[in-house]
């Protein structure tokens, strides 16, 4: 089995940031993953998201392996086999304090935080200042347009919160959360 895939996005001029990589944004979080091997069809495309915590699972399930420990990711085996079953749910998206501790020089935009992705929403809760970001991707891919505190989002705002509560700290299958 190959598998290709990048650790992170880099960000190049987007949201006016001049080069970057741990930001909740799609330039960062969105990277190319290939497979391909036994049990995996060729030339098929799978839109959708998945997670690096899906890439050891995935392993195992191709070695006919157990990890001997909880997985928090799923393998996409299935996926590949029947894009009918991609996983379907929402992603814990995180940028940890530690990461930017030390001597490590910090510009204005490294900032720690913690959200939620859906294949359609990206919310994000800066650590330090409670700052709150919220994307309709589907209507603004770029985004440009922060939908946080709009009365018109107030549900889905409360509902990736809950969601985002639920992963901190989830192992195993319970880290599997409905979009």
């Known amino acids: 089995m ?3 895939l ?3 996005g880099w960000l190049q001029g987007e949201h006016r ?3 970057d990589k741990f930001l909740p944004y ?6 190319p993953l290939i ?3 036994p049990g995996v069809p060729k030339d098929q495309t799978v839109k959708g998201q998945v997670s690096n915590i ?3 699972p995935t392993l195992l399930d191709a070695a006919d392996a157990s990890a001997g420990r909880t997985m928090d990711g799923v393998s996409l085996l299935p996926t590949a086999r029947n894009p009918k079953r991609r996983p379907q749910r929402a992603l814990q998206i995180e940028a940890l304090a530690p990461l930017f501790a030390g001597d490590i020089p910090i510009n204005a935009w490294d900032r720690p935080y913690s959200g939620v992705r859906t294949d359609r929403y990206t919310y994000v809760v800066w650590t330090e200042t409670g700052e709150v970001e919220l994307y309709d991707r589907r209507k603004d891919p770029d985004q440009l347009a922060s939908v946080a505190g709009d009365p018109a989002y107030a549900e889905i705002e409360a509902r990736l919160a809950a969601k985002l509560a639920k992963l901190e700290g989830c192992a195993g299958k319970s880290c599997n959360v409905k979009p």
């Open 54 to 56: 899906d890439f050891a």
């Open 35 to 37: 497979i391909r091997g």
């Open 2 to 4: 190959i598998v290709f």
């Open 26 to 31: 799609e330039e960062s979080l969105r990277i």
């Open 17 to 19: 940031i001049t080069g």
């Open 6 to 8: 990048s650790d992170n």
